[in-house]
């Protein structure tokens, strides 16, 4: 009963993850401190970055050694607390990683009492992918009324909410996905005008006959060839918002870049986000997509696994692209 279990480093990792390079192990439930609270997880969110992590390359966090405790943010529920701020029953949203009981002195936590709708969104689409989208999309992508807009890795958290909001925002949507099961999600659930299948079809040739004037609006979440197909087929004062590099995260080396050339011919304009950089918009953000939930404009899938000691084999799909939706752990 007093026992958690945790997901720590055992290796690091070479290309795509293993599930040899981690290791389950149990220890006692550690009491919380002054100014600290307990807290049991319920859900864990299981994101692209956290490949970034494990090997150092991620400069927003801390890398995880040999030994330590995979992090992640989770949604959980206090169960014990010695912090006047947080109470026993309260949920959080918290980042005690890849364990079932955290610790935490109440640094980076949101509480989720008012939270609407499915609480594991508060991970996802409600979350800091979903935040990621909508800041992207509304800050750099700048979509207006009649706007084309394509984006990669489009069945997942930041995928379908970029493709969702613009919609909103009466652009016409574009996906790209790695099956045809992702893409009929992405048309028939997510409302795309449609999907192009990367594995199977020639983006090249299907962007050229379904944007016939050009892309306004590119969102990247994978860079590569599609990055560089993309960037031959802008509409002029394209906007392309780079957002992540799916093709890169298992390389030991960055592959030689994409030509930029038409970037220039097309006026375009090309622009980092980075989800940290607008936290300010957070609140306005969850309580838009909350609303938009409820009115049926926007809709999620998850790719959930129940378990901690199924938390490797869930990360390592994600890393091989082999996920269909927000990656969830949820605990026993
Ligand atoms: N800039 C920021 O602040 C920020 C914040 C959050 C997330 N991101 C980035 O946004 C992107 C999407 O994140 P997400 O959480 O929504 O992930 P996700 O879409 O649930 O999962 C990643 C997807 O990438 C696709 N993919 C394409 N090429 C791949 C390859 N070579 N190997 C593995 N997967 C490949 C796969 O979908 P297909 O089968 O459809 O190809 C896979 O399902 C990631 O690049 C992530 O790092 C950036």
Redesign the pocket.
């Known amino acids: 009963m007093n026992i958690n279990r945790k997901i720590v480093l055992k290796k690091s990792p070479e290309g795509i993850p293993n599930e040899g390079d981690f290791e389950l192990i149990e220890e006692k439930i550690e009491a919380p401190g002054e100014n600290e609270f307990l807290s049991k997880t319920i859900h864990l969110s299981l994101?692209?970055?956290i490949r970034g992590v494990i090997t150092g390359r991620h400069i927003y966090s801390e890398k995880v050694n040999i030994g330590d405790t995979i992090v992640g943010r989770t949604v959980s529920e206090v169960i014990e607390s010695n912090h006047p701020d947080y109470q026993k029953g309260e949920l959080v949203l918290s980042s005690n990683g890849w364990q079932e009981y955290g610790i935490s002195d109440g640094e980076g936590v949101r509480k989720l009492n008012g939270h609407q709708g499915k609480l594991s969104t508060a991970l996802g689409i409600m979350g800091?992918?979903g935040l990621?989208a909508y800041a992207g999309l509304l800050t750099y992508g700048e979509p207006k009324e009649g706007d084309i807009l394509v984006v990669?890795?489009?069945?997942?958290?930041?995928?379908c909410m970029v493709g969702q909001i613009a919609q909103i925002h009466g652009v016409e949507v574009i996906g790209i996905?790695?099956?045809d099961e992702?893409c009929n999600t992405v048309r028939d659930v997510f409302g795309f005008k449609d999907c192009i299948n990367y594995k199977t079809e020639d983006i090249d040739q299907r962007i050229k006959e379904l944007c016939p004037n050009g892309i306004d609006i590119y969102f990247d979440?994978?860079g590569g060839d599609t990055l560089d197909i993309m960037t031959r087929n802008l509409a002029y004062e394209a906007r392309i918002v780079l957002?992540?590099?799916?093709?890169q995260y298992n390389l030991s080396t960055p592959p030689p870049g994409p030509n930029l050339g038409p970037i220039v011919g097309a006026r375009a304009i090309i622009r980092g986000?980075?989800?940290?950089d607008h936290y300010d918009k957070q609140d306005e953000f969850i309580s838009k997509a909350g609303k938009w939930i409820q009115d049926g404009k926007v809709k999620f899938i998850e790719d959930e696994v129940i378990g901690i000691e199924n938390t490797p084999a869930q990360f390592c799909k994600?890393?091989?692209?082999e996920?269909f939706g927000?990656?969830i752990v949820t605990m026993q």
């Not at 990669?152 to 995928?159: D, K, L």
């Not at 957002?243 to 093709?247: K, S």
């Not at 986000?273 to 940290?276: C, D, G, L, P, T």
């Open positions: 994101d692209p970055y800091m992918p990621t990669s890795a489009a069945s997942g958290p930041v995928g996905a790695g099956s992702k979440n994978v957002c992540g590099f799916m093709t986000v980075v989800v940290y994600l890393m091989r692209g996920n927000k990656t």
